[in-house]
């Protein structure tokens, strides 16, 4: 509850910090939409000389990339901007005072500054996938889409933790853009059907860089159905990266050097 | 001394810190063979430090750029973990960092903001609330007398980058005692503040410890912060404590003398900076010799003589006897076996 009530006052700040930047606001909107366009619009070329990529047809592949744009839009809104500051505040020795004080330094760094100014993007995305599942001419019962939306949130949580954990290189390493690169192109094998990998890569891509549950995985049980297995994969997994991210966490604290004032 | 009757609020065993640190040779061609071979250095910041401090206590500590002021006290704030010793804060090891410390613990740093930038600090005070769980009557009357007696409740609704350097900084100590912490670290509150704002933080300082008693422990640059706020001083250098005592025993240990200042009559003759030093140098050392003006280090034992010899051979209008200045021993000491940049 405390934890909830410590959000909601990071919320109203960042609401109340974004209205004072009003090109940022709609500059992020305009940018955000090109990205949206250029992804779908990637899968209608695509689509127009295959019929189907990885056994998914044009409408199951709307209905995958509209569940990569959430994933991207909730990253954006709640942890991006807090991603993209933390090798500053390792490397500067800004994490002192986030020390100091009587909550867990992680919640602080991964969540004090929600984007406010992604929201309207977050808003869009649920609408592009609303209309994609929508549009979709199969069956798609309420459970699958349950399963789904459920499976979705354990993705955005991966992707958080993974990304994270490649960040918290900085402790060491003192300078984190090369590792925040290989990151973002890790990433990018999240943005294809999982299907379409073979052999160890997909099996890498499923277990130790699980990037393929961010958004495939979650539109593969909402066609194909959620078996217990699968689930209880992600489960294992999520909790596999949740351990791997604490220990490096305490790790890197052991090693934080904090810079001299 | 006897003592203490309860235990010490902040107390540090042979705490030492080493860095490792990469030593890169100047320009490209430094740069380019850093990248395949690297030559690592270890510093010892801080070297076994040990120390208490009790409640009610504003211990200074003191020491050049460099010899370890501030990674102690981030060590025993719980911000880095030492490379060996051990420490205690209020009975808990402070690099655990338990949040029944985290709640009765501050520390403030004069060169880092902890207050969000573009929010108002009435906003940024909020947060602390609920991050301290502090009740509302409470927290409300903490703010009415912190802001009260810094001055700056005017201040209250206006975002943190807006304020002046001095209101920030009092913006920050009432940030960080809102709690009403049993143990403060303070580092550098008052650097880069104008004579006002300082003199105003070391009233605040002064008041809040004769009012709440917490353990404090300060760094400063300034020796007039010292040299207000503390009874007691830790000296450190290369990262090794080198006293740790009464303010007022420094003087005794380390300036066995006493200034005697003679104001001389330029009527009377022509008594030039190099004829009165000849004329005084058995007297004592000649700390100064200016035209008008001969200024004596004379040990302690012989002032009376000293004071007498200079009135008989000088044309002297007027003389002083003087305590050296504290800051000033102060400074000699830190600087005794240099005190390297860090």
Not at chain 1, 35 to 42: E, P
Request: proline letters at 4%; charged letters at 20%; hydrophobic letters at 50%.
């Amino acid at each position: 509850m405390r934890y909830l009530r410590l959000y909601l006052y990071f919320l109203r700040f960042s609401f109340s910090r974004s209205m004072e930047f009003r090109f940022d606001f709609f500059f992020r909107i305009f940018m955000d939409s090109v990205y949206y366009a250029v992804n779908l619009g990637f899968y209608g070329v695509l689509f127009s000389k295959v019929p189907t990529i990885g056994g998914w047809n044009f409408d199951q592949a709307v209905i995958f990339v509209a569940g990569y744009l959430l994933l991207d839009a909730i990253d954006m809104t709640v942890f991006s901007n807090n991603m993209w500051q933390l090798p500053s505040l390792i490397n500067r020795g800004d994490l002192d005072y986030y020390l100091v004080r009587p909550v867990s330094t992680l919640y602080f760094v991964s969540l004090r500054d929600f984007a406010a100014n992604s929201f309207v993007n977050l808003l869009m995305t649920i609408g592009i996938l609303a209309w994609a599942i929508a549009r979709y001419p199969g069956e798609l019962g309420p459970a699958s889409i349950a399963a789904f939306a459920v499976l979705l949130l354990a993705g955005c949580f991966l992707h958080y933790v993974l990304h994270i954990t490649f960040l918290l290189s900085a402790f060491w390493l003192h300078a984190a853009a090369g590792v925040q690169q290989l990151f973002y192109v890790i990433r990018e094998f999240s943005e294809r059907p999982h299907q379409i990998y073979k052999g160890w890569l997909r099996q890498v891509l499923v277990t130790v860089l699980p990037v393929a549950l961010f958004a495939s995985i979650p539109a593969h049980a909402l066609f194909d159905g959620l078996d217990l297995a699968l689930a209880l994969h992600v489960v294992a997994v999520a909790i596999g990266a949740w351990l791997l991210l604490v220990f490096v966490w305490s790790r890197g604290l052991r090693a934080y050097v904090s810079a001299s004032s | 001394m006897n003592p203490p009757a309860t235990p010490a609020m902040i107390s540090a065993h042979r705490l030492s810190k080493e860095f490792t640190v990469h030593k890169k040779e100047p320009g490209l061609r430094g740069s380019l063979r850093a990248l395949f071979r690297r030559r690592y250095i270890v510093k010892e910041a801080v070297k076994a430090a040990s120390f208490e401090v009790n409640e009610g206590e504003l211990v200074g500590l003191v020491g050049a750029n460099g010899a370890g002021k501030t990674t102690l006290v981030k060590m025993l704030a719980g911000v880095i973990h030492p490379t060996s010793g051990a420490a205690s804060v209020l009975g808990y090891c402070p690099w655990e960092r338990d949040n029944r410390l985290r709640r009765k613990m501050a520390l403030i740093m004069g060169q880092k903001a902890s207050l969000w930038w573009d929010l108002p600090a009435a906003d940024c005070f909020l947060l602390l609330r609920e991050i301290y769980q502090i009740p509302r009557p409470r927290f409300e009357a903490t703010i009415e007398m912190l802001t009260e007696m810094l001055e700056v409740r005017e201040q209250l609704k206006i975002q943190i980058r807006r304020l002046s350097l001095g209101e920030r900084m009092k913006m920050e100590l009432v940030a960080a005692l809102l709690h009403e912490p049993r143990v403060v670290f303070l580092d550098e509150p008052t650097i880069g503040l104008d004579l006002t704002a300082q003199r105003a933080i070391r009233e605040f300082l002064l008041r809040y410890l004769r009012e709440h008693r917490p353990a404090m422990l300060l760094t400063s640059h300034y020796m007039e912060d010292i040299e207000k706020l503390c009874e007691r001083i830790i000296i450190l250098r290369e990262g090794e404590i080198v006293y740790d005592g009464p303010l007022a025993r420094v003087v005794a240990t380390y300036a066995p003398y006493k200034v005697v200042t003679a104001h001389l009559d330029g009527a009377q003759g022509a008594w030039s900076a190099e004829s009165a030093a000849a004329a005084l140098g058995g007297l004592g050392e000649v700390a100064e010799a200016a035209p008008g003006v001969v200024r004596l280090h004379v040990p302690r034992a012989e002032v009376a003589r000293s004071a007498a010899a200079v009135l008989r051979e000088l044309p002297v209008v007027d003389v002083t006897i003087e305590e050296p200045e504290i800051g000033a021993i102060i400074e000699r000491i830190m600087r005794e076996r240099g005190g390297a940049e860090r």
